[in-house]
């Protein structure tokens, strides 16, 4: 089955404490990316990757890090959260065919920084 | 810079009335305009795309067409049901340095009853 998975789910933690969401898809998209979902926000990009080893900030990138080392996989690293990151979190990817861009959508992850 | 503006929520209707949520956009560009769901508890999926002026998206029912003169991007649908409740997001996804990038609007939360 054709999908992007998230890990974990769920995930309370605290102040300071380095974290890593990971997020794999299986459909050989070169396009990967990193919202944050907030009541009356809708979404906001953190960062994108266009290919391995390419990667670029998008709206909301500070206090965030990637890395794509593998076409496959785009973990999203807080090296030291903080409560203002408490939201929920969507990885997605993409085919990037010039004409559409049409992205599909993890299940996301619910983080709370207490 | 780019932006997405959809009405706000939440609309509540009965089953089988007519729905429309309003979207307009803002671009500089020439962008592709997308209308997303999002069922509670899960990530968000692709309703229906429209690429160029005067398409017409439509899929499950839902319809919505690119109008370039009056920028907007109205999902319509004639006959709702309790399954519909979700809440509906905007988009438009337009060519950027080093990729394409994404504009959401807030979001509309729609709850139909029996």
């Known amino acids: 089955e054709a999908q992007v998975t998230q890990n974990p789910r769920y995930l309370i933690t605290v102040t300071g404490k380095k974290l890593t969401v990971t997020c794999s898809q299986n459909?050989?998209?070169?396009?990967m990316s990193w919202y944050r979902q907030d009541p009356g926000l809708g979404l906001r990009q953190i960062y994108y990757?266009?290919?391995?080893?390419?990667?670029d900030k998008g709206d909301v990138p500070e206090g965030y890090k990637v890395s794509r080392k593998e076409k496959r996989n785009f973990p999203l690293i807080l090296e030291s959260p903080s409560p203002n990151q408490t939201s929920l979190y969507f990885c997605?990817?993409?085919?990037?065919?010039?004409?559409?861009?049409?992205?599909?959508f993890g299940p996301g992850t619910r983080l709370t920084v207490t | 810079g780019d932006s997405v503006t959809q009405m706000e929520g939440p609309v509540t209707l009965s089953e089988e009335a007519f729905l429309t949520i309003n979207c307009t956009y803002t671009?500089?560009?020439?962008?592709?305009l997308f209308w997303y769901v999002q069922y509670p508890g899960e990530g968000l999926q692709l309703l229906l795309k429209?690429?160029?002026?005067?398409d017409k998206g439509s899929n499950k029912g839902f319809e919505a067409t690119y109008r370039k003169e009056t920028t907007s991007f109205h999902l319509e649908k004639g006959s709702v049901q309790v399954s519909d409740s979700a809440v509906y997001f905007c988009?438009?996804?337009?060519?950027?340095?080093?990729?394409?990038?994404?504009?959401f609007g807030a979001g509309t939360r729609l709850f139909v009853k029996a």
């Open positions: 671009a500089t560009g020439y962008p592709s």
């Open positions: 990757s266009m290919n391995v080893e390419v990667t």
């Open positions: 459909m050989n998209h070169e396009y």
């Open positions: 988009a438009l996804s337009d060519r950027d340095t080093g990729g394409f990038k994404t504009i």
């Open positions: 997605a990817s993409s085919p990037y065919d010039s004409y559409s861009y049409e992205q599909y």
């Open positions: 429209a690429t160029k002026a005067d």
